[in-house]
């Protein structure tokens, strides 16, 4: 069984942090989640943003970051083709006050895709106007390779960034 489907062997990786813990996504819990601005523009411009989300536990792997039960992030990963694969994440209002074990957690995460999925390209869509995330995805080694003008579902503009 691979690591990315035995939640408890995920977890057994993050010792340091015992309230938190990571699950499979499950859309009951989204109402327990409160996004942050920009990641409330997916929910307000794509029609059942839950079922997509759904989706991308279907054809990829999708999980909630949780502290005491609450989900405080939602993050996961498609493969695309051979070699490579798409990661996101959706955040909670919350997600500054847990800032480390985040953070931590999401380096131990990204790794095991790479690793597990036999990845050679993880990439990220970023909403420009979300300077924090692109800073963090910085920190986690993704490089932005560029700017897609009107990409996102609210018309903005998002940065392609990759992890190699």
Request: glycine share 6%.
């Amino acid at each position: 069984m691979s690591l990315l489907e035995d939640i408890n062997a995920v977890n057994d990786l993050l010792p340091r942090y015992s309230d938190y813990f990571v699950i499979h996504f499950d859309p009951a819990l989204l109402p327990m989640f409160k996004p942050r601005d920009t990641d409330q523009t997916f929910f307000d411009h794509i029609p059942n943003f839950d079922v997509v989300l759904s989706g991308y536990a279907e054809i990829g792997h999708a999980y909630y970051f949780c502290y005491k039960g609450k989900p405080i992030c939602i993050f996961g990963v498609i493969p695309l083709w051979a070699g490579v694969g798409e990661t996101w994440l959706i955040t909670d209002v919350s997600l500054a006050d847990h800032a480390r074990p985040f953070h931590y957690t999401a380096r131990v995460m990204l790794d095991r895709f790479m690793s597990e999925l036999n990845l050679v390209r993880l990439q990220i869509s970023v909403h420009s106007h979300n300077v924090r995330a692109v800073k963090w995805a910085q920190s986690v080694k993704f490089k932005t390779e560029g700017r897609m003008q009107k990409f996102g579902p609210d018309g903005n503009d998002f940065f392609m960034m990759a992890r190699i």
